[in-house]
């Protein structure tokens, strides 16, 4: 693989991942498909030759199974939710997941259907 190669590597795991210490959510497949003029899949495929761990797709179930792959980790979930002096975007923040995934999974807890 060339340097030119590896610095493109680099910056296609970059947008994919953001920056989670400040919060940056990285870009969806489809949006750097849409930048390089490629298919989604052709970007899903570059990253997992890259060693790139993939974000699960949506769904409803996909809450669940997220919050459950951190817990595997040893994360605290529950008690970085239950702190009251972070916000709910920190939190996600902190966990690696959008906002919305925290409140699907709240209100699961709390018998809804979410």
């Given at each position: 693989m060339t340097?030119?190669a590896?610095?493109m590597?680099y ?19 489809s ?12 970007i ?10 993939l ?5 409803a ?9 951190l817990?595997?980790?040893?994360i ?6 239950s ?15 959008h906002?919305q ?6 209100k ?7």
């Open positions: 340097k030119i590896t610095a590597d910056e296609l795991a970059k947008l994919y991942n953001g920056d989670p210490d400040k919060g940056v959510r990285g870009l969806s497949l949006e750097i498909a849409d930048i390089f003029k490629t298919h989604p899949n052709t899903r495929d570059r990253l997992q030759k890259l060693g790139v761990e974000r699960p797709r949506g769904g179930h996909n809450t669940i199974l997220e919050l459950d792959k817990r595997s980790k040893g605290d979930i529950d008690g970085i939710l702190d009251t002096k972070t916000t709910l975007e920190q939190k996600a923040v902190m966990l690696h997941v906002p995934t925290i409140r699907n999974y709240l699961r807890q709390k018998g809804g259907r979410g």
